[in-house]
Each structure stands twice: as C-alpha cells, then as structure tokens.
C-alpha cells in the first residue's frame, strides 16, 4: 500500500493512470463494492488494514486506472476460499463489462477453473500445456499434467 | 575554557601549549572509546587505533604541508590541495558500501565537487572576496569543512536511501505496476534520505554557539583573533554548510536513485523483498 488512507490510494492510481473520471467518490465506491471491500474502510490508514483487506484494496485500486490489461500476480493467496471465488467472479465479470482482459497467475485449480477462458499450465518455469481451459480440465493426452489436475482435486 | 575566550584577556594571557608529553596523555582518551568497542563486541578496535595513529600523522602532516603550500603560493597547488580532500572524502563516503560501491563513487564524487565547489566558488567570489582568488589561506580551510560535512551528508543519504527502497519495496513496485515513473514511484524514499541527510546539519545552525563552539571559531580566537571577526567567519561558514549538504545530499540521492531501476523502469532485483 502507499502511504495514506484506502481513499488516497485510490486516487493516487486514478491520477497516475490520469483518469479523467469527475465524480472520483462515486468510482472509489464502486472499486470499493466491487473488491467486496466495506466503504468505511476508505478512511483507514493503509497500513492498518489485515492482509485480505490489503490484497482487496490492491485490486479496488487497480480498478481506479481503468486498464486495458490488468495482469494479477496471485491475487487471492491472502483470501478465505469463498472470497477468493467471489472475487474471481467478480474480475471475470468486470473483464466482460469494462472490456478488459485479465491476466492471472495461480496456484488455486478452481480459481483457474472458474475464472479463465483460456490457460497455460506452468512447471518449472515451463508451460506444459496451453489452450482453452474447458480443454485443460477435459481430455488431456499429457500424462503430467493429468497427475497435477489430479493432486489438485483435493485442494 | 570560557573565561579564555574574554577579549581584554587574549592579549595578555600567553596560550598554553601542548607538548608532547601532554599529546601522549591524552592517548589515555582513545584507550576509553577502544574499551567501549571490546566490552560491545564492536570489532572497531582495530579502526580506533588506525585511526589514532592517522590523526596524529596526518595532522602532524597537514601541518608542514600547509607552511609549504602557503609559501609557495601557486594556485595549482592550491587546486591540487582541494582535489587530493575531495578524493579522500569520496573514498571514505563509500567504503563502508557493500553493494553498488563502484557507482556511488563516481556520484558521491560529482555530487561533493558540486555541492562544496558551488558553496566555495560563491563564498569565494561574492562573500568573503579573496585576494588572490586561489588564496589558500582560506580555501583550503574553508573546503575542508564543507567537504567534511558534504561527506557524512552523502554517506547518510546514501545508506537510508537503500535501506528505504528495500523496506519499501512492494510499495515502489505497486507505484510502478500502476504506471508510475520511477521518479514518481521512489518519491517517498528519497524524500526520507533527504530529510536524515540534512537534519544534522539543521541542528548544528540550531546549536551553534549554544552547545557547539566550532572548531574554526575556536581555531582563530586561540590563535588571537577577535571573537567579533571570528563569529563572523563562522557564520559564512555554517551557511555554506547548509548549501553544500543540502546540494550534495540532492545530488546522491535523485542520481544513486536511479541505479535501482532499469531502462525499461522496472525496479531491480534487490537482496531482500518484504512487507506489502
């Protein structure tokens, strides 16, 4: 987090992206909402919040640059697992309605799952396998991944 | 020691010398902060004694070396003089960096040259007025104090602003990965080294005369100059301090900065990541 509360955050991002938005409260209350992160905590001091506040207040801020493309570097690790599907819901639906595209690293299968069209399965900083997500969790000839898609059921 | 400073007094009183008995007394001093290191676990021992033995040669040195430079009167021995100061100071400013010496040698050696040259070229020419302007007299003494500071203010700076940009590291690449510069992005720690940097040198124009009687002041009322003449010098000199520090500390950081990103204004791999 900067220094400062959620709400200079936010508008810390709105200028560096020189978001043009003229009624910047009502956009941090929509980041806010759609982070699923409680409007009061806007006057909280960044520095004050838990760590699944911290990691949802990134992601309100990142809203705040309305971007193109928002790369997501394990954005959930902090986050019980109903949160964590929520809020994957909620990029995903965000991708669709402001027309952007997400890009996002995880170690949570489900998360994979549930939130992308189209992935690429990482080992050892290798991709082993890469196409359209249906097809990863369906058939798949590699016997590696297989191992992994299994190992991952329990999760 | 006060009463010594009297103005009727320093006419009529003799100075008291130190003889050489009376220097080697007072090794009895450095035996105490050598204690203090071994009881500590410090290691600075060695340093101390290093150190004690330098301050006694160089100083011994300094001294021949002066009577010759001032007989000589050549203002390339002058400039030879300045710069031989300022390439000790670097090297002392940076020796105790690990990581990116080689880089903070060439900054923190423009950033003093700018910083002091500045501060002396303007004390030399608009202020004081010299006659010669390479007169060495009071350029070297002059220099030599303003270097001595510029040197801890360009060490400091240095030190915090590493130690900043590695405390703060989440928050420079949050900055970044939202489409800040890098300027933008390490404002924070900048303006932190620069405010370590430049608070010793506020609380010396703070206590000036109250707590601190400066060794030049000191220097020239013991040699028989007027305490009236001498406050005056000291006060062109705790000011030049303050544009020389506040210069080099400038210089160090806004340049060492950059070093922690690449062309491509991404921010280094650096030893340690943490906090959020």
Known sequence: MFPGTVRDNLREAAELARNPEKDLEAEMRAAMDLAELDRALLGREGDRLSMGQKQRANIARALMTRPEVLLMDEPTSALDPETAERLADTIRRLSVERMFAVVMITHRLAEARRASDFMAVMEAGQVIEAGPTPEIFGQTENARLRAFLESGRER | MISVLQPSEVQDRPIVDVSSLDLTLAVGLILIAIGVSRWQKLGLEKDFVVGAVRTVFQLALVGYVLVYIFALDRWYLV????????????????????????????????????????????????????????????????????????????????????????????????????????????????????????????????????????????????????????????????????????ITATVVTLWYCRIFFTRAEQLRPGAQASGS
């Open chain 2, 79 to 246: 400039i030879a003089a300045l710069l031989s100061m300022l390439v000790v100071a670097t090297h002392t400013a940076v020796y105790r960096h690990e990581e990116s010496r080689r880089a903070l040698l060439g900054i923190t050696a423009a950033a003093m040259l700018l910083g002091s040259g500045l501060s002396l070229l303007y004390v030399g020419a608009v202020v004081v007025r010299m006659e010669p302007w390479y007169n060495p007299r009071y350029l070297i003494p002059l220099f030599g104090m303003i270097v001595g500071n510029a040197m801890n203010a360009a060490a400091l700076a240095a030190e915090r602003l590493r130690s900043e940009m590695e405390s703060r590291r989440a928050e420079v690449e949050a900055y970044l990965a939202l489409g800040a510069s890098p300027e933008r992005a390490s404002r924070e720690p900048v303006r932190r080294s620069l405010l370590a940097s430049l608070i010793p040198t506020v609380n010396g124009l703070m206590v000036v005369g109250l707590v601190s009687i400066p060794g030049m002041m000191t220097g020239q009322i013991i040699a028989g100059a007027s305490p009236l003449t001498a406050f005056r010098y000291q006060i062109v000199v705790m000011f030049m301090l303050a544009s020389s520090v506040a």
